[in-house]
């Protein structure tokens, strides 16, 4: 079963800042946080992951409450490429389940 | 290679008829990971491989359905006798090591056609 919860659907203008929120308010102290996302007709990617603290990439950042029962991924200026399907995905890292999970995702549609 | 290549990219076959489909992961990556993409659905995990034995076939969804990895690089996947509903998008990934969650590399897919 999956153990987040995603909004299934949300649009985003392009050039703004895309915020995609994600429940998981059962995770376990030694779970991080990931997210891929799936572009039409590829295969999904990787794009950030993390245990408690904020973090950043080229790609993306990720905000983690202080309670870790929920996150938020923020593409900053979103772009029509960035149209996707996006997943959340908790997972030990390791000892536990060595498959990630994917659940339903939020279909995310940057629009011009 | 540069990236996870599968083949074919998309197959139509008969019902009934057996189909084998191929992955060649990255070089050096010892975990590999079939996944299925149903029409409109969520990615559904059929099997994963370290090396090659495969410690998980939970995700199998029939005693149709089987897998095999050869010399810790390439898989295949067969499926027999198929049916309509086995149509979908059939996903390869790899990993450097197993448990490398943020590591995952999939391929294109095959598209799988049952008619």
């Known amino acids: 079963d999956a153990k987040t919860t995603q909004p299934p659907s949300m649009d985003c203008a392009e050039g703004r800042a895309a915020n995609l929120p994600c429940n998981h308010s059962?995770?376990?102290?030694?779970?991080?946080v990931y997210w891929y996302r799936q572009i039409h007709s590829q295969g999904p990617q990787y794009i950030i992951h993390g245990l408690k603290n904020n973090e950043t990439n080229e790609m993306a950042s990720l905000i983690i409450t202080e309670d870790r029962k929920s996150s938020t991924l923020i593409l900053p200026h979103a772009t029509l490429r960035d149209t996707a399907v996006y997943y959340c995905i908790v997972r030990a890292a390791q000892g536990g389940s060595e498959k990630l999970v994917f659940g339903k995702g939020t279909k995310l549609t940057v629009n011009p | 290679g540069a990236g996870v290549s599968q083949s074919p990219s998309n197959k139509v076959t008969e019902k009934g008829k057996d189909v084998e489909l191929r992955c060649d992961p990255i070089s050096g990556h010892t975990a590999l990971y079939w996944y299925r993409q149903s029409l409109g659905q969520g990615l559904e995990f059929l099997i994963y491989f370290q090396g090659n034995s495969a410690p998980d076939k939970s995700g199998l969804p029939s005693d149709r359905f089987s897998a095999e990895r050869t010399g810790g690089s390439v898989s295949t996947l067969t499926i027999q006798r198929t049916q309509q509903e086995d149509s979908a998008v059939y996903l390869c990934?790899?990993?450097?090591?197993?448990?490398?969650?943020?590591?995952?590399?999939f391929g294109s897919g095959t598209r799988l056609t049952v008619v």
């Open positions: 990934a790899s990993s450097l090591r197993m448990g490398d969650a943020y590591g995952y590399t």
């Open positions: 059962t995770i376990s102290g030694n779970e991080y």
